[in-house]
């Protein structure tokens, strides 16, 4: 493949563990500060690729630990981006009932830990994260520097006439955002469900949202009983994808040629894949449902 018509990327590496790290030009002034921090017993960590749905994932564990309340504000000034925003960013963020949320896209050997701290995975069926990433990326495609807060630049992904023939290859061959998709959620579902880790599938969310919550809840030990009979249902209206595309700039603060939540339906990448595209992923995605057939079973129905 020609590199030169990928988006754009700064590739960092950890001092202490394997792997390499992708990031948009201009975020990775903190990444340093970022893999230095050590995980606190109150720290919540909500993981995931980049598009399975954990901005989403947020807003409904915001309102869990704040009795239905939403953000009072801006997204990124209540919830420190772990390897955008360093450590710093962690220690100026207020407890929700004790518990720090922080949101990060590190793998999984990466993500700090304690023996205390709690984690959440949320994993999407592949084929619709590319189109996601897709627009994601097309929307970030700018060269200039906007500042996204006070504590790191985002450049844009220098990529707006980008192929999405293109993006699918790169996905493919573990060049896009990040690392490997398929190594990554590999490297998370190896952990398995336990008390410190829960996985959630994005697919779930949206099939069974006042199911995924109440178990949500019980993870985090809030105790649904003390709540009005519409507590569940409440937050499954007021995080539904309209209500956050209603709120769409409270998401994120870069300069943006589109909006930042999209259609989020499982399956758009009929609207976008070709046959032999699609079968290349369900390939790779095999691979992962046949390792892990209980977590990943609602996959099932949707690869070949």
């Not at 390897?83 to 999984?108: C, M, S, W």
């Not at 906007?146 to 790191?152: A, C, D, I, L």
């Not at 293109?166 to 490297?187: K, P, S």
């Amino acid at each position: 493949m020609d590199t030169s018509v990928l988006p754009s990327y700064v590739t960092v590496t950890h001092p202490n563990k394997k792997g390499y790290f992708r990031m948009a030009p201009g975020t990775d002034v903190n990444i340093e500060s970022a893999v230095k921090y050590e995980a606190c017993r109150n720290d919540l960590f909500i993981c995931s690729y980049p598009k399975c749905g954990s901005t989403w994932l947020h807003n409904v564990v915001w309102r869990l630990l704040n009795d239905g309340d939403g953000l009072p504000g801006h997204f990124n000034d209540h919830i420190p981006f772990l390897e955008f925003d360093g450590e710093e960013a962690i220690g100026n963020v207020q407890p929700q009932r004790g518990i720090k949320i922080i949101k990060t896209h590190l793998p999984y050997s990466w993500v700090p830990k304690h023996a205390e701290a709690k984690y959440i995975f949320i994993v999407r069926e592949p084929k619709d994260v590319i189109v996601s990433l897709y627009y994601h990326i097309k929307g970030f495609a700018g060269s200039g520097t906007s500042k996204t807060s006070s504590r790191y630049v985002f450049d844009g992904y220098n990529w707006s006439e980008g192929r999405f023939e293109t993006l699918v290859d790169a996905f493919l061959e573990g060049r896009c955002d990040c690392m490997d998709y398929f190594e990554m959620i590999d490297e998370w579902l190896q952990e398995g469900m336990g008390e410190s880790l829960h996985i959630i599938l994005y697919e779930e969310m949206m099939y069974h949202p006042e199911n995924e919550i109440m178990r949500l809840a019980e993870f985090l030990n809030e105790d649904l009983s003390t709540k009005k009979h519409t507590f569940v249902s409440d937050i499954t209206k007021n995080t539904s994808l309209a209500k956050m595309k209603e709120e769409d700039k409270k998401w994120y603060k870069a300069n943006r040629t589109a909006p930042f939540i999209r259609k989020g339906i499982v399956g758009d990448w009929k609207n976008h894949m070709t046959p032999e595209q699609a079968i290349r992923v369900d390939k790779r995605t095999r691979q992962l449902l046949d390792k892990y057939p209980k977590i990943l079973k609602t996959w099932n129905s949707l690869i070949n």
